[in-house]
Structures are given as C-alpha cells and as structure tokens.
C-alpha cells in the first residue's frame, strides 16, 4: 500500500509543491511547526532514511540543500533547520524548518496555522526563489 507521500508524488492528495525531480520531490508540510517547514521526500518509498544507499541518500541532500537556499530567502529567519524523525509517516523524508533560535525546531510545541491563501503566498515566494 503506498503511504500518503508517494500519494502526494502521484498527484492523488493535493499539496503545496515546491520542488521535484527525477528522484525528490519537496512539499510544504500542512501542519507546520514554522512557517515555510518544507518536507523533503525520496519519490522512492523507503520507511527510514539510512537504508537509502550513499548515493541516493547524499543526492537527496544536495537537493535538499537547494530547497533550503530558496526557503531561506522566502521567509525571514537566522537559519534553515534540519529535522529526521522518520516515525510520523513511514517514507523517508527530511524537515526544513525556518529557525531564529533552536526552540523553534520543537515539535512540541503548538503549530502554525495558515489559511490555504496563506500556503500559497509562502508556497510561491519559495518556488520564486528556486
């Protein structure tokens, strides 16, 4: 059964894109703990992000490290944080979260909410960027 990210990939659940290629595709996360948290996926399914081989794990940083550059530049902050958990979801992904200091990598802590035009305006100003 495809889990809910390869579903995004497909098209079949609608998301705030932000950047793919042949192999990664970037979305903004819809409950986010910053504004921009932007995910960062293999199009690959894989549940945990070290059994992805060397290669493909260091291309997906590559191309999320273009992702951050242009998060960084979209939305005020100090730094683009870099989050794994990886047991939310069972598909390897990566958090870039907008950070002005380190608690604000806390997923804890209450979320942001944003109306869908709001999604959009960050949505665009990131994808500008690229």
Do not use: W
């Not at 945990?48 to 960084?72: P, S």
């Not at 944080?81 to 598909?91: C, D, F, R, S």
């Amino acid at each position: 059964m495809a889990t809910i990210f390869s579903r995004i990939v497909k098209g079949e659940i609608p998301c705030y894109k932000i950047a793919e290629d042949e192999r990664f595709f970037a979305f903004m996360d819809i409950n986010p703990v910053a504004v921009g948290h932007t995910l960062v996926i293999p199009k690959r399914e894989d549940d945990y992000i070290f059994n992805l081989g060397d290669e493909e794990l260091g291309a997906m940083m590559v191309f999320a490290k273009k992702v951050a550059k242009a998060l960084e530049k979209a939305v005020p902050c100090k730094r683009i944080g870099v989050a794994v958990i990886g047991l939310e979801v069972p598909h390897a992904h990566i958090h870039l979260i907008p950070i002005r200091q380190e608690s604000d990598m806390d997923f804890k802590k209450e979320h942001v909410h944003m109306t869908e035009d709001e999604f959009r305006e960050v949505q665009q100003r990131i994808v500008e960027n690229l």
